[in-house]
């Protein structure tokens, strides 16, 4: 069975650098598969932030691009997310996330998300 | 990109049916058949009941079932259940390569 579990640290302060880590267990990222971050203010909808796949460039939300940074880490089966210069709007529930996708000659299309991390809340605040 | 369309909320009777709708445009939803939809319990981290518009993941019950036409694509509940009630997010691919979400639905099973 596929889990995935997020770690990092429950508050940042504002300006400063969120960076959270999805550990994947029972498959290696390095077979396949898009892994991805979503993220969930309180109270509020799903926010897709970005993912890429082992020898694929990464597609971030275009609203983050200019803050966002995901990478992977194959020899400890990880995959870790970097969000710069945070503010009080950036406060939610991360999760991560194993997404299907399929190659076209186009573009990678990104179709869904079948197994998802139990989320790790994050606060920005002084 | 801004957020897909979804009511707020809809609700519906112990064994009756309800349908959610889910509104795009053609550079999402309408331009691709990417729709997903999940269900998400409160605290809890979102499960996918139906992916690429219409198709069933398995160990999902067939009361679910997912349509679309044009830029609306839609979710139906069939024989509504009390462990139904939960919220639901469409999703969609768009043509920036990328996915939204629409704003989430709350279902209230009566």
């Known amino acids: 069975q596929v889990q995935l579990q997020e770690s990092g640290p429950g508050l940042v302060k504002p300006s400063e650098t969120l960076s959270l880590t999805c550990t994947v267990s029972g498959y290696s990222i390095s077979s396949g598969y898009y892994w991805g971050w979503i993220r969930q203010p309180p109270g509020e909808g799903l926010e897709w932030i970005g993912g890429l796949y082992h020898g694929g460039s990464a597609s971030y939300n275009p609203s983050l691009r200019s803050r966002v940074a995901i990478s992977l880490d194959t020899s400890n089966n990880q995959f870790s997310l970097k969000l710069t210069s945070v503010t009080a709007a950036d406060t939610a529930v991360y999760y991560c996330a194993r997404v299907w996708h399929s190659i076209t000659i186009f573009a990678v299309v990104i179709r869904f998300m079948d197994f998802w991390g139990k989320g790790t809340a994050v606060t920005v605040s002084s | ?110």
């Not at chain 2, 909320?9 to 959610?20: E, K, W």
Request: aromatic fraction near 10%; include cysteine.
């Open chain 2, 1 to 110: 990109q801004s957020a897909l369309t979804q009511p707020a909320s809809v609700s519906g009777s112990l064994g009756q049916s309800i349908t959610i709708s889910c509104t795009g445009t053609n550079s999402d939803v309408g331009g691709y058949n990417y729709v997903s939809w999940y269900q998400q319990h409160p605290g809890k981290a979102p499960k996918v009941m139906i992916y690429d518009v219409t198709d069933r993941p398995s160990g999902v019950s067939n009361r679910f079932s997912g349509s679309k036409s044009g830029n609306t694509a839609s979710l139906t509940i069939s024989g509504l259940q009390a462990e139904d009630e939960a919220d639901y997010y469409c999703s969609s691919y768009t043509s920036s390569s990328t996915l939204v979400f629409g704003g989430g639905t709350k279902l209230t099973v009566l």
